[in-house]
């Protein structure tokens, strides 16, 4: 169970983490507690997958990859073929049922952004169905702000 | 704040390899900066001075903690995709990433005439009726401009192996 502290944590590790000597020692006296406790407390969330994970973030489009996310619509009797066939693509990076017509939504994140265009034709081609390509245009991203 | 798209900033080698070493997460000992770096070989100084720079090309979005909604007891997480005018998405776009039940907010191309949605918001809520009543409120909000909506609820998870950069 999460009491205070963890909530604590959570929330103030959302908004930002310093680069510096002591990061977690700064971070622990803003908390009122030591960076022992800190420390303890993260692997403990972490091992427990409260946090999926704690470190930077990268953004791939700036280090020059190409990200996207792509849907299919796959009859039922199809299903799971076409999500071994989707999933074997090293560049497919989460993989998503949804209850819709286009039922199968996945990201994909490459190492130059032409590669999304050869990785969708290669879907494409082993499963026999349109791959709908849907890149983000524009984000709209105020920072988390996950209240626990 | 809206995140246009910049022109590519340029990373060498050695941010490759800072890359590398801490996207599976940063280190969770006194000194992780210094713990990264005599893994590479590197100054402490310069990987905080690589870090420090990448953050302020937006290389790196931010450094922290990632909540798992579902273990968090968000088991009902809902993707909305809205059809609004494109005229007016960027209005509509920041009023709905605002929202503190919207973690993702972006535009996206439609793909007519199966898929009319150009304005995508994730969603959390405890369970699905609570989404539910959530994406009303997003309706609302849309007042005149609410063309269109559907909310996609994951049903399974296919694959979940995370961003990583192959070498």
Request: net charge negative; hydrophobic share 40%; with cysteine.
């Amino acid at each position: 169970m999460m009491d205070r502290l963890d909530r604590d944590i959570i929330n103030t590790l959302q908004q930002g983490f310093p680069i510096s000597e002591l990061p977690y020692a700064e971070v622990a006296e803003k908390l009122d507690t030591s960076e022992e406790e800190l420390l303890a407390r993260l692997q403990c969330m972490l091992d427990d997958g409260l946090l999926s994970r704690f470190g930077p973030m990268y953004h791939a489009e700036r280090m020059g990859g190409g990200l996207t996310l792509a849907a299919m619509s796959i009859p039922e009797e199809a299903f799971e073929q076409v999500c071994q066939q989707v999933n074997r693509h090293p560049e497919v990076a989460h993989n998503y049922q949804r209850d819709h017509k286009l039922n199968m939504w996945f990201v994909l994140a490459t190492e130059t952004p032409d590669d999304i265009v050869r990785v969708i034709a290669e879907i494409e081609k082993e499963s026999g169905y349109p791959v709908y390509n849907m890149p983000k245009e524009r984000e709209f991203f105020i920072g988390l702000k996950f209240e626990v | 704040m809206l995140a246009k798209t910049l022109p590519q900033a340029a990373i060498d080698t050695t941010d490759r390899r800072i890359i590398e070493a801490t996207q599976g997460g940063l280190p969770l000992t006194p000194h992780p900066y210094h713990h990264v770096a005599a893994q590479l070989g590197l100054e402490a100084e310069e990987v905080m001075l690589r870090m420090r720079r990448m953050q302020q090309a937006g290389i790196i979005r931010r450094i922290g903690a990632v909540p798992n909604h579902y273990a968090l007891g968000y088991r009902g997480n809902g993707m909305s995709v809205w059809d609004v005018p494109d005229a007016r998405i960027d209005v509509l776009g920041r009023r709905i990433g605002e929202l503190d039940f919207v973690s993702h907010c972006y535009q996206r191309p439609r793909h007519l005439p199966h898929w009319p949605y150009n304005l995508f918001a994730m969603v959390h809520g405890r369970n699905r009726e609570e989404v539910n009543r959530k994406v009303l409120l997003i309706a609302v909000l849309l007042g005149d401009d609410y063309r269109g909506h559907e909310v996609l609820f994951s049903t399974r998870i296919l694959k979940k192996t995370g961003l990583r950069l192959s070498t």
